[in-house]
């Protein structure tokens, strides 16, 4: 089946830049999301881009997808306290009948 | 109010009970999930319907049956909870294959089986 891989944890300071990577095997990919887990919460949609965009902005957050190596990433600009939760990727496959996701990665943001 | 919905949110039982987790949604929606979480791991699809009449298995459905009572509640039933079910338990929702497909889930179950 498919797969999709995160590291497991990040730490970065408040104030710096996070940078959350994803990388996945499906090559027919249609879109791929991130997701926000904090404690005690179910996952909550941060952001998705469509396979034949490069890049999304959305506020903070910045989407950069290479198709080609089958990379995703997540950047957080300007990191704050309440950012500290479990990112998981996800991607949809072509037959757009589920998800397969990424095992999450824990970012802990310091003062 | 929540528009997708569980319970019972934390839960322990006995190795060899039978035990139902509920998901309820407000959103419409007519495709439901089923997935665990353990640490790591991150998500495993146990069973997913896409209308109430549809019922498919997903990558980890061994020991763990579902039942789609209408479009709204989907749920999940351990036959005989074993210990290594214990996890925490999470229901979706997403609307039809159109569109971004993206999925909404409930604040999930933490079960504990000992």
């Known amino acids: 089946g498919e797969d999709v891989e995160q590291s497991l944890f990040l730490s970065v300071r408040e104030g710096d830049s996070s940078v959350i990577n994803c990388t996945y095997t499906?090559?027919?990919?249609?879109?791929l999301y991130w997701y926000k887990q904090e404690p005690g919460a179910g996952l909550q949609l941060l952001t998705y881009i469509f396979s034949n965009m490069d890049m999304k902005q959305d506020q903070r957050l910045t989407v950069l997808l290479n198709k080609k190596d089958k990379h995703l990433s997540l950047r957080i600009a300007d990191t704050q306290t309440g950012d500290s939760a479990i990112y998981f990727c996800a991607e949809r496959g072509a037959a757009g009948n589920k998800l397969t996701f990424g095992g999450g990665t824990r970012v802990l943001v310091k003062p | 109010d929540a528009d997708v919905t569980q319970t019972p949110r934390n839960r322990i039982t006995k190795t060899g009970k039978r035990i139902m987790l509920e998901c309820s949604q407000t959103k419409g929606h007519d495709r439901m999930y089923w997935y665990r979480q353990d640490p790591g791991l991150g998500l495993r699809l146990i069973y997913y319907s896409f209308d109430v009449k549809d019922i498919n298995k997903g990558e980890i459905s061994d020991g763990y049956s579902v039942s789609r009572q209408a479009q709204a509640k989907f749920s999940l039933s351990l036959e005989s909870a074993i210990p290594n079910q214990t996890a925490l338990y999470f229901c979706a929702t997403s609307g039809s294959n159109r569109g971004r497909g993206e999925q909404y889930f409930g604040p999930g179950t933490r079960l504990t089986v000992t």
């Open positions: 499906d090559s027919s990919s249609t879109y």
